[in-house]
């Protein structure tokens, strides 16, 4: 996976340098709390790091020796890997499509159920807990501790 590991790589580090570029523009602090810029940044700071240390990994591991060939291609992606991620791209393109009209938590919930349900199979527990408290951790983290003006639907949230 040392090709496919650098390819995301590469992608990731360019929408985290994206979200540093927009998050520069809001506000990064008062005297005494963090502003709304400050969480994007620092998280983008941090996915930067991240990143580079995944594709650092992946070149190293491309140059060491490979064992004799097993009959399979580590760098070849799975078709149903792939099918995975255009599930997940296609989500992603509903979220977007659905926050201006039912407001960010909701939308959020909505992907990430689709997300742990239909991509990565989870148990409806699993998935209706985790996007829950997902959805709840966005929303007082950045809309009431950080007051990060988020679209918010009909129910008000």
């Not at 064992?67 to 099918?83: I, Q």
């Not at 997940?88 to 997300?115: C, E, H």
């Amino acid at each position: 996976m040392t090709r496919a590991d650098v390819i995301a790589g590469l992608l990731l580090g360019l929408g985290f340098s994206a979200v540093i570029w927009e998050a520069s523009s809001f506000q990064y602090g008062t005297e005494f709390a963090p502003g709304p810029g400050f969480a994007p940044i620092w998280l983008s700071v941090i996915g930067l790091i991240l990143t580079a240390l995944m594709v650092g990994v992946a070149l190293t591991s491309a140059r060491k020796p490979q064992p004799a060939d097993e009959g399979e291609n580590p760098d070849a992606l799975e078709p149903h890997g792939l099918l995975r991620v255009a599930l997940a791209l296609v989500g992603l393109v509903g979220f977007l499509i659905l926050v201006p009209w039912v407001g960010l938590a909701i939308a959020l919930f909505f992907f990430l159920l689709f997300l742990t349900l239909g991509v990565q199979r989870l148990s409806y527990t699993a998935a209706i807990g985790t996007s829950a408290a997902t959805v709840c951790f966005v929303y007082l983290v950045f809309v009431l501790f950080l007051d990060v003006p988020v679209p918010s639907g009909p129910l008000g949230f």
